[in-house]
């Protein structure tokens, strides 16, 4: 399986919400062949030397070297990794993150994180839990981008509804003036769903990483009526699931995830297209900027494989120019950070995602 270490959004706004001086992103797509890590290595080694390259100030150079060197030595690190790298230095911390979406190799260096390739992760993780849910068994599979399988322990859930219930069986008689036949039995796989929902919550708790449910009726539907977890797919596994094996959910998963986000990016796209009826959605950088800085987007589109050098001031206007790859990571990262702060939601798409082929598109709170 691939080895990933996917931000959430709250790690996500951190780093957007950042400021240090010599900040450096580097992207670094990687091969998964762990039998021969040192292309990635010397991939990685080559980026490290070109950001060191533009740092001026000798003191934050000799720091980051020292931290890259450290980074590149670590063998361990190499052998297990995924389909890009992300590593954020600055003179006083590293951060690494391994991704298993394919996010073009890059190099900034300035004043903040270059953040905008990341978001392709948190908005399309391509990873996903899959419940293979029975009223005799309960597991919970990681699937990773790969499409490998594997089982994720998890502490304290139950056996089964028999189990949970402290029975031999769920067939037998209730005492009396209890609910019992078709009714308690009910009653019984609920509690059962409930308590492995409550175990679930401690596990997936900040992940945003879609579940999907393998499971039967009626225990499907009385799952769904406790589940707490945000991102339950609505689409579930058909079939008993204990009966198919981890690989045998991770390839039928596969199929779910990725109509999945199409689905999402439909919703989306109609979406602008109503608020645009309505004044609400503008593709203009300069508007974007604008409404941006006075927290009027809810929702941001952005073409993740787009680069548009520029500043913008304290009330929004919009400078164009200046290289971007060199000194600050660009126009639309400083349109993402006043997104987030204003607890907007942004979107990272491929370019033919885009509304009218934009850079980059703002669903408006209201009219302006």
Do not use: C
């Amino acid at each position: 399986m691939l080895h990933t270490d996917i931000p959430t959004r709250g790690e996500v706004q951190r780093l957007v919400g950042e400021a240090a001086p010599w900040s450096v992103s580097i992207y670094t797509p990687t091969e998964i062949d762990t039998a021969s890590p040192d292309s990635n290595r010397i991939a990685f080694s080559n980026q490290a030397r070109a950001a060191l390259e533009r740092i001026s100030d000798g003191a934050a150079r000799a720091a980051l070297q020292e931290e890259f060197d450290d980074l590149i030595d670590d063998e361990d690190f190499w052998r297990f990794q995924s389909n890009s790298l992300v590593v954020l230095g600055t003179p006083e911390r590293v951060r690494t993150y391994r991704l298993p979406n394919r996010l073009p190799d890059g190099v900034f260096v300035g004043d903040r994180f270059h953040i905008k390739p990341l978001l392709r992760a948190t908005t399309f993780p391509q990873t996903a839990f899959v419940l293979a849910l029975a009223e005799g068994s309960v597991r919970l599979v990681e699937v990773g981008a790969d499409g490998g399988a594997e089982e994720m322990k998890v502490r304290e859930l139950p056996d089964s509804a028999a189990d949970h219930a402290r029975k031999a069986s769920l067939s037998g008689r209730a005492p009396k003036g209890r609910i019992q036949g078709t009714e308690g039995r009910k009653l019984r796989v609920r509690q059962y769903a409930r308590a492995i929902d409550r175990q679930l919550r401690e596990v997936l708790a900040g992940r945003d990483v879609p579940l999907i449910l393998a499971a039967t009726e009626p225990i499907d539907s009385l799952y769904r009526s406790v589940n707490s977890y945000p991102v339950l797919v609505a689409e579930s596994l058909t079939g008993n699931p204990e009966q198919l094996s981890d690989a045998e959910l991770g390839l039928r998963a596969r199929g779910i995830l990725d109509q999945y986000y199409a689905d999402e990016l439909a919703e989306l796209r109609e979406l602008f297209e109503q608020r645009r009826g309505e004044g609400r959605a503008v593709t203009d950088l300069a508007d974007i900027a604008r409404t941006a800085t006075f927290g009027m987007v809810d929702t941001l589109l952005v073409d993740i494989d787009a680069t548009v050098a520029g500043s913008i001031s304290e009330t929004g206007e919009v400078t164009f120019g200046g290289d971007s790859t060199e000194g600050a990571p660009g126009l639309v990262d400083e349109i993402i950070r006043r997104v987030f702060q204003a607890d907007g939601r942004v979107v990272a798409v491929r370019a033919q995602d885009m509304p009218d082929n934009a850079t980059a598109a703002a669903i408006l709170r209201y009219t302006p």
